[in-house]
């Protein structure tokens, strides 16, 4: 079982940046991807971005490219998510998620069902 916590959340201006941390603890050896999830108030929780460990591939939802950056501290076990050019439509609860399996396609990456390991999420909030 791996255990992710999320971190960095808070206050911000349209147009200004945040970087969210998740770190992974417990059997994190055999982590296979990362990813991170938002929910928007009053809406399901969706997909925002992904990375594999083993090919460091990125999977992203189509608007926040070119936006947002996510990345990997395999050392630390721990994963970024670099947000800039914020805006009001970005406000959500963001929850880190881990996964231990392997699949052929990206599109597996993009799913929450995908993932068995949650963390509680970071409140990330835009103001116009």
């Known amino acids: 079982q791996v255990q992710v916590v999320e971190s960095g959340g808070g206050l911000v201006q349209a147009g200004g940046s945040l970087r969210l941390s998740c770190a992974a603890s417990?059997?994190?050896?055999?982590?296979?991807?990362m990813g991170w999830f938002r929910q928007p108030p009053g809406k399901e929780r969706e997909f925002v971005a992904a990375?594999?460990?083993?090919?460091?591939?990125?999977y992203y939802k189509d608007s926040v490219k070119g936006r947002f950056t996510i990345s990997r501290d395999g050392d630390k076990k721990t994963v970024f998510l670099q947000m800039n050019s914020l805006k009001p439509e970005d406000t959500a609860v963001y929850f880190c998620?881990?996964?231990?399996?392997?699949?052929?396609?990206?599109?597996?990456?993009?799913?929450?069902?995908?993932?068995?390991?949650w963390g509680q999420g970071t409140q990330v909030t835009v103001s116009a």
């Open positions: 417990g059997r994190t050896f055999t982590t296979a991807a």
């Open positions: 990375i594999t460990w083993r090919g460091l591939n990125e």
């Open positions: 998620a881990a996964t231990t399996l392997h699949y052929p396609s990206g599109n597996y990456y993009q799913t929450s069902r995908t993932y068995r390991s």
